[in-house]
């Protein structure tokens, strides 16, 4: 592990969780949109993240059996942005709509305001933990630096 190890991880942390946020801000600037660039309604978007890969030493380290002590990852990396197709489009009697169907009802996104809310403080929250990760770590590397002198 290298001393840039724990700054590495972080900013991995802090790009996902960036990106997460600005996934969150299209979903809430769509919630009315009742057709997108594809002639269908906006489709709310989810951020899938997973653990980033170890590096060839930490495999090599683990096929011959020395495992490494500490346990430490290696961050996080976004696979995709990813339409959530589970839960159904809200319908909603508007014949006077111009994209109201047949029935006169207007297939709306499926973004809830409520939950998009409780994912973007989730991000926050989760942006700031890792910024002040961030800043222990570079406050652990100047005291070291000062150690020397």
Do not use: C, W
Request: cysteine-free; hydrophobic content about 35%.
């Amino acid at each position: 592990m290298t001393i840039f190890h724990s700054m590495d991880t972080t900013a991995s942390a802090l790009t996902a969780q960036r990106l997460r946020m600005d996934v969150i801000s299209s979903n809430m600037a769509n919630v009315d949109s009742t057709r997108g660039v594809n002639g269908e309604p906006y489709r709310r978007k989810m951020v899938v993240m997973e653990p980033k890969e170890g590096s060839f030493s930490s495999f090599l380290n683990k096929a011959i059996g020395n495992t490494d002590s500490s346990g430490a990852g290696n961050g996080v990396k976004v696979t995709r942005i990813a339409e959530d197709r589970e839960n159904p489009l809200k319908m909603v009697y508007d014949p006077e709509h111009p994209d109201a169907d047949a029935d006169g009802y207007v297939a709306y996104p499926n973004v809830d305001p409520l939950r998009e809310m409780v994912d973007l403080i989730s991000a926050t929250r989760s942006y700031e933990a890792n910024v002040t990760v961030f800043n222990a770590s570079k406050g652990m590397m100047m005291k070291a630096l000062e150690i020397g002198k």
